[in-house]
């Protein structure tokens, strides 16, 4: 089949995680002899807030690390949809689009174009600014792609839609999988942004706090961190190394001992059964994670088994002490979390989720009765 693809970046993940499921998604179907196009909005943020704080080479770094992904740029005003749409059987929309380019897809469907049209949604603003997701006109669309089953229903009581699937994100693990290390560089690592505020105060409890108390020798990755920020990891003892590029995050975990997962607190409080990327992805290369509270309330994991969780963090630090102290149980978890990745989470299995979707809303099933298949 033929994909055309509509998202925020493919290159670019400066504070923009989509883009890791997305180029897993895209290499996964392209592997399977799918056409794949993507394209993205010129001067989108996630790739001018890469340019001004890294510049070019590191853009250039990425394109040479995923040689296999490639997006085309666009803008708005100019754009032709007939011509960017051309041949396509499926068009997937991702939320972070203008609406104004959702609503031109959404007239074209509904005036006749063949290709069945998804809307791709990955982020909380379906809870936390339901005005700004209203405004969305998915009238032509056939249907939505929500990352967890809350979204999901939010947007068929809301009456959004009339179909919408569960499409959960997962690990690229043709990247994200173990590396050997001949040396740790610390105890533990945390990749993630300090969160806008949604999960301040979470960190110090079940980040900073640990840390310090254990006397652990940590380093954070991450982008936004406000000055107070800076100065809570400062006086925690943790090393601040900026940005990191995703694909250099397998070989990063490789140097650390134990990882940790500290949910926005819309993930924690309101939005259960969404674990978000960075817990795929942690799982796939193999290092220990323990994680602060979140419900798993789909079933996706076997929380103890996986990963450990940490209701406190007084909890957190003897989770953290028993993991860097016993290898036994290291090893568990890492076997473990590795099976579960492998088993159900790999974007291999997802691109067969949505395959099977694409397959019963009749996509390409024009093309190959004009080619006689």
Same mark, same amino acid.
């Given at each position: 089949?033929?994909?055309? +693809? ?7 993940? #400066? ?14 179907? $392209?592997?399977?002899?799918?056409? &794949?196009?993507?394209?993205?909005? $010129? ?19 990425? %394109?040479?690390? /995923?040689?296999?992904?490639?997006? *085309? ?5 100019? /754009? ?7 041949? %396509? ?25 063949? =290709?069945?049209? *998804? ?18 006109? +998915? ?10 089953? &809350? ?8 009456? #959004?839609?009339?179909?919408? #699937?569960? #499409? ?6 043709? +990247? =994200? ?35 310090? @108390?254990?006397?652990? $020798? ?12 800076? $100065? ?11 940005? /990191? ?7 990063? =975990?490789? @140097? ?28 796939? !290369?193999?290092?220990? *994670? ?17 990963y450990l969780v940490a209701k406190t963090g007084l909890q957190m630090q003897r989770h953290l002490r028993d993991v860097l102290n016993d290898r036994a149980l290291a090893d568990h978890l890492v076997r473990h979390g590795l099976e579960t990745i492998r088993d159900?989470?790999?974007?291999? @299995?997802? &691109?067969?989720?949505? +395959?099977?979707? !694409?397959? %019963? *809303? ?12």
């Amino acid at each position: 089949m033929r994909f055309v +693809l509509f998202y925020h970046s493919l290159l670019s993940d #400066w504070n923009h995680g989509n883009a890791h499921f997305l180029r897993g998604v895209v290499r996964e179907m $392209k592997t399977r002899g799918h056409e &794949v196009r993507v394209l993205e909005p $010129k001067g989108g943020w996630s790739r001018a807030n890469l340019l001004a704080d890294q510049g070019m080479g590191v853009l250039r770094e990425i %394109a040479s690390a /995923l040689p296999d992904l490639t997006s *085309l740029e666009y803008d708005l005003e100019t /754009l032709d949809l007939d011509q960017a749409t051309d041949g %396509a059987d499926v068009v997937i929309v991702h939320e972070w689009n203008d609406p104004a380019l959702v609503a031109r897809l959404s007239s074209m469907r509904k005036g006749g174009a063949r =290709f069945r049209l *998804l809307f791709h949604d990955t982020h909380h603003r379906a809870v936390s600014e339901r005005e700004t997701m209203a405004r969305y006109d +998915l009238s032509g669309f056939d249907g939505v792609l929500a990352f967890g089953n &809350v979204i999901r229903d939010i947007y068929l009581h809301e009456g #959004w839609t009339q179909r919408a #699937w569960t #499409w959960h994100e997962a690990a690229d693990t043709t +990247l =994200f999988r173990p590396h050997a290390a001949t040396h740790k560089a610390g105890d533990l690592v945390w990749i993630g942004n300090w969160g806008d505020g949604e999960r301040s105060a979470e960190l110090g409890e079940f980040l900073l706090r640990p840390v310090s @108390h254990l006397g652990l $020798k940590a380093r954070v990755h991450g982008v936004r961190y406000p000055e107070e920020g800076l $100065k809570a990891l400062a006086e925690a003892g943790i090393d601040y190394a900026g940005w /990191l590029p995703n694909h250099r995050v397998p070989a990063t =975990f490789a @140097h650390y001992r134990v990882t940790v997962h500290v949910p926005r607190r819309y993930y924690a409080t309101t939005l259960p059964g969404i674990p978000t990327i960075r817990v795929f992805e942690a799982l796939a !290369c193999g290092i220990p *994670l323990i994680s602060a509270p979140w419900e798993d309330a789909e079933n996706l994991f076997t929380p103890g088994e996986d990963y450990l969780v940490a209701k406190t963090g007084l909890q957190m630090q003897r989770h953290l002490r028993d993991v860097l102290n016993d290898r036994a149980l290291a090893d568990h978890l890492v076997r473990h979390g590795l099976e579960t990745i492998r088993d159900r989470h790999s974007c291999g @299995h997802r &691109v067969e989720q949505l +395959l099977a979707i !694409c397959r %019963a *809303l009749g996509a390409g099933q024009t093309r190959a009765v004009a080619a006689g298949e």
